[in-house]
């Protein structure tokens, strides 16, 4: 009886470290995978950036003290700038459109280590200018940061090409 209990013992534990080790090799290959998945859509957007043509559509809003769902859009085509940017509900700002305006001092930075990309540019709409930041993440998540008249705005979205 004590040697049945053994072997049975063996075969449980035998079985259970083979268990162990599939699931671990498992994990690390959907880990493979996602990291291939990031690399797939950093290289993607790094591409759509030096292509100088492409859209920042957001999904959300943030003033730095409340966020909500917001639907702006803008475009930069050929150092050009086009679109809307909608205000927090709450905020006294306004609706500010830009249409083919002039960008000026356009800079990219990519960081292939961190797979991540970052512009930067001016605008202006008559007497106010605008500065503009875009931060776009390995998982293609983007933040637009716009700063005017001592106010700092962020959106939250995604880049598409144009």
Do not use: C, W
Not at 28 to 45: E, F, I, M, P, V
Not at 53 to 77: A, C, H, P, T
């Amino acid at each position: 009886m004590k040697k049945l209990f053994n072997e049975s013992f063996k075969s449980i534990s035998l079985v259970f470290v083979i268990l162990v080790f599939s699931i671990s090799g498992i994990t690390a290959q959907s880990h493979k995978g996602d990291n291939s998945t990031l690399k797939k859509t950093y290289k993607r957007n790094k591409t759509i950036i030096e292509n100088n043509s492409y859209e920042f559509r957001s999904l959300m809003v943030y003033d730095g003290s409340q966020r909500e769902k917001n639907y702006s859009k803008v475009s930069i085509i050929k150092n050009k700038l086009s679109g809307s940017l909608i205000p927090i509900t709450t905020s006294k700002s306004s609706l500010v459109s830009f249409e083919k305006d002039r960008i000026k001092n356009y800079k990219v930075q990519t960081n292939d280590e961190n797979q991540s990309v970052e512009l930067s540019f001016d605008a202006a709409l008559g007497e106010i200018s605008f500065q503009f930041n875009i931060k776009i993440m390995p998982n293609g998540k983007a933040f637009l940061k716009v700063y005017s008249l001592n106010e700092e705005i962020e959106y939250i979205g995604t880049i598409f090409r144009q």
